[in-house]
């Protein structure tokens, strides 16, 4: 099993740009999320799904946009970027039943730079 | 609203050493508790979980913490402190049912380990 892959894993983007952070897991979890990891915040929680076709807000939710059109993708999207988006960007996922139950699987992180 | 503080930014330890780092949360109900360790430039790894039952847990890489309900604490703790241990280490706290999970992250906790 791969666990959960994000891509790409650095990218460096204009203020206005838009682009695409990939995630996928391959270990059937219904729950995923997206995190932004900044020095001294800790992670904030930016967008979170329990299942395809179901997404809401977390902490953070501005200037980002997610889908889940199946279990596997879960692709976040900023469509204008702005340098405070500048941060590493965490997928993670989780099982909602069973005895791993709301533990959550990380990937490696997607490092972002907005000039 | 709920909350995860980690009050020490930083703390600094010698090899062999035991080690305590503190988690207060704040929360209406008995949340699922989370310490998670991240590595340099890595993702989030799991130490430990406490969903309910014996308060103290024991997690992987000889950590283990103790919930107390009266103190709102779950502080994680080593007897002896190796150099590899050298990390970011996240407490969590989540809310939810049937899987629709929402995590808090605190701060994080930067160890250091001297030789």
């Known amino acids: 099993n791969a666990g959960v892959t994000q891509t790409p894993k650095f990218q460096v983007l204009k203020t206005g740009q838009s682009m695409t952070l990939q995630c996928a897991q391959d270990m059937n979890h219904e729950y995923m999320s997206w995190y932004r990891q900044d020095p001294g915040m800790g992670l904030r929680l930016i967008h979170y799904s329990v299942g395809a076709g179901i997404t809401d807000q977390g902490e953070v939710p501005n200037g980002y946009n997610v889908s889940r059109s199946t279990t596997e993708d879960f692709p976040l999207r900023l469509l204008s970027a702005a340098p405070s988006q500048t941060s590493v960007y965490f997928c993670?996922?989780?099982?909602?039943?069973?005895?791993?139950?709301?533990?959550?699987?990380f990937g490696e992180g997607s490092r972002l730079t907005v000039l | 609203a709920q909350s995860v503080t980690q009050p020490d930014i930083h703390i600094t330890v010698s090899e062999g050493a035991s080690l305590e780092l503190r988690c207060n949360y704040s929360?209406?109900?008995?949340?699922?508790l989370f310490w998670y360790v991240q590595s340099p430039g890595q993702g989030l790894q799991l130490l430990l979980k406490?969903?309910?039952?014996?308060?103290l847990v024991q997690g992987i890489k000889g950590f283990e913490a103790e919930f107390k309900r009266s103190q709102s604490s779950f502080n994680l703790r080593k007897p002896s402190v190796h150099w590899s241990d050298a990390a970011e280490y996240f407490c969590a706290v989540a809310k939810g049912n049937s899987g629709t999970y929402k995590y808090i992250f605190g701060t994080g906790t930067r160890l250091k380990v001297l030789a």
């Open positions: 993670a996922s989780s099982y909602k039943r069973g005895p791993h139950t709301g533990e959550l699987f």
């Open positions: 406490y969903f309910s039952g014996d308060t």
């Open positions: 929360y209406g109900a008995t949340p699922y």
